[in-house]
């Protein structure tokens, strides 16, 4: 029987990986075709789950609280540390901006389907990011109780976008394969399914030992989740627009389709980016507290502070961001999370609740196919 905190632990998880990667998903899949987008679907998330559990096992082996580089400085050295520390606060504060970027565009569609106020994407964005700061600064306490409902929101929007656009739906919108665009996938599925930056925070949720053994579990049924949020979502969008769909799924739906189901759509958005921005912008803040001794107002300003000026300045591309982020965690963050894993094994002081035995070759594998999607994605 599952506890209160292992349902508000699998909530505060699905919430971190639903972000702004959802959206990129119709628009490469649409490009790519299907073919490709399936094998790329089955290996990245299979690769992405393995990752989480080889970080949830590295959680629960050490004593100590840390985040990626921390647990990078413990186990591998204060360099290693450095270089993850780039990535990851770099990787972290792209994604934050990716759903500043979003969330403006989404909030105006929304108002603007059901009143006549005016409002620029711009100011919206702004209200996005000071507005859900609030919540970040509080901790994860006050985030994970909110949590439970963005995720029942996401269920119930996600099935009512389905139904609605159901009778729109034509498989003809769906080619089979592209090979012009058969590596654009990569980086937004990787992005989509990346969620490792959650796992201290749902380890800390589960508190008892009985609890901490579902952590595994907790994640597995996670991604069993997303993936059946995925597939309804991109069905809905890639099944009316084909071909036409757009970088962000919904400016596609434009005239094919209910004014209001596309504020249904975009209302999803909403939920999604304040889901992974709560989570993601609380662990950024955590990284600078426990791995870098800053005090803690200094490091949510930074946290929540920098994504919010640099879309203040210009930077608002939305699927650059979310593809190259994708991709440079997915190289340093995950080959990061194999080394520790490998050295956690035997210098733990901390007996885990769950033990994972993966081949080394496989380890390996992984992370050729991380160097491989960066040097695609560069070409």
């Known amino acids: 029987m599952w506890s209160k905190n292992s349902f508000l632990a699998l909530f505060t998880f699905v919430g971190a990986i639903v972000g702004a990667g959802v959206f990129g998903l119709p628009f490469v899949v649409a490009k790519a075709g299907i073919i490709p987008s399936i094998f790329y679907i089955i290996i990245l998330s299979s690769v992405a789950l393995l990752l989480q559990l080889l970080f949830g096992e590295i959680n629960l082996r050490t004593r100590e609280s840390h985040r990626l580089p921390g647990f990078a400085k413990r186990y591998l050295g204060e360099r290693h540390k450095r270089i993850v520390s780039v990535a990851t606060i770099t990787g972290a504060m792209g994604s934050l901006l990716a759903y500043i970027i979003a969330s403006g565009d989404f909030l105006r569609i929304i108002i603007s389907t059901f009143s006549s106020f005016n409002i620029s994407a711009t100011a919206l964005s702004f209200f996005f990011a000071f507005f859900l700061s609030i919540f970040i600064y509080k901790g994860i306490e006050s985030i994970s109780a909110i949590e439970t409902f963005i995720n029942i929101g996401f269920f119930i929007i996600v099935i009512l976008l389905f139904g609605s656009n159901f009778s729109e739906i034509q498989l003809s919108n769906f080619q089979l394969v592209n090979l012009d665009n058969i590596f654009l996938p990569y980086g937004v599925i990787l992005f989509a399914f990346m969620g490792w930056s959650a796992i201290p925070a749902i380890s800390s949720i ?120 994708g991709t440079v965690l997915g190289v340093v963050e995950g080959a990061t999370i194999i080394f520790i894993f490998k050295n956690a094994k035997e210098l733990g002081n901390r007996e885990p609740e769950y033990n994972i035995s993966v081949p080394d070759f496989i380890l390996h594998l992984i992370i050729v196919i991380f160097v491989i999607g960066l040097i695609v994605q560069i070409l």
């Open 206 to 325: 589960l508190k008892s030992t009985e609890e901490k053994k579902r952590l595994k579990t907790v994640m597995m049924a996670g991604i069993g989740v997303i993936m059946i949020l995925y597939l309804l979502f991109t069905i809905s969008i890639v099944g009316v627009t084909g071909t036409n769909t757009t970088e962000e799924a919904l400016r596609g739906l434009v005239g094919r389709v209910d004014p209001q189901v596309i504020a249904l759509g975009a209302l999803f958005g909403i939920f999604a980016f304040a889901s992974s921005f709560l989570i993601l912008g609380n662990y950024l803040k955590n990284i600078l507290i426990y791995d870098f001794s800053i005090p803690h107002f200094l490091s949510f300003l930074i946290a929540c502070g920098i994504p919010i000026f640099l879309f203040a300045i210009g930077f608002r591309r939305f699927i650059n961001v979310v593809g190259i982020v």
